[in-house]
């Protein structure tokens, strides 16, 4: 809530001129930089941001972590793994797992106090990296929550085949989204 009130919310104002326009009313609708970009500039608006995509995502997370089976796997990968909410339910809901967060440096920080406040520290590794330029890191499972449905079409299949690859033989790539 506090996220959408900050930031969300005062884009309301321009909601008539999105409808008639069809522009873009966010941060780019003044000439400002994209969202990811001015967000990454204020570590408190990145933390915030996090922990608003985390709380959405909850629901999606504990649900994935009791439902899934898990028995053959050992090791997961979560590929723009933000706050590592996603790793910190599984490792809580599936002890014998060991998770990797991984997302951008900018992101790293919050993962990490994150991983500790919930005692995973031990269980769950965080990992900087960018998904489009650097490899993915191998896996029994490979997580990718809610990145997928920024991206176009060829994005996402570079995506995918990148996660191919991190996988071994019998591996699962496990995509969560609540847009596609």
Known sequence: FEMANNRLYPYW???EEGLLKG??????????????????????????????????????????????DFSPY??????????????????????HMRCITFDLPQVSPIAIENVSKMGVANKVQVVSGDYFEDPLPAADVITMG??????????????????????????SLVVIENII
Not at 29 to 36: A, H, M, P, Q, V
Not at 45 to 66: C, D, L, Y
């Open 13 to 15: 104002n321009f909601l």
């Open 23 to 68: 522009t873009p009313q966010n941060e780019i609708r003044t000439g400002e930089t994209s969202l990811f970009e001015k967000l990454y500039q204020d570590t408190d608006k990145t933390r915030e941001f996090v922990n608003a995509m985390s709380g959405i995502q909850t629901g999606n997370f504990v649900t994935f972590a009791h439902q899934f």
């Open 74 to 95: 050992k090791t997961l990968c979560d590929v723009g793994g933000a706050g590592a909410q996603l790793s910190a339910h599984v490792v809580t809901h599936n002890p």
């Open 146 to 171: 809610n990145i997928l449905h920024g991206h176009g079409l060829n994005d996402k299949k570079m995506l995918i085949s990148k996660a191919y690859d991190a996988l071994p033989k019998g591996g």
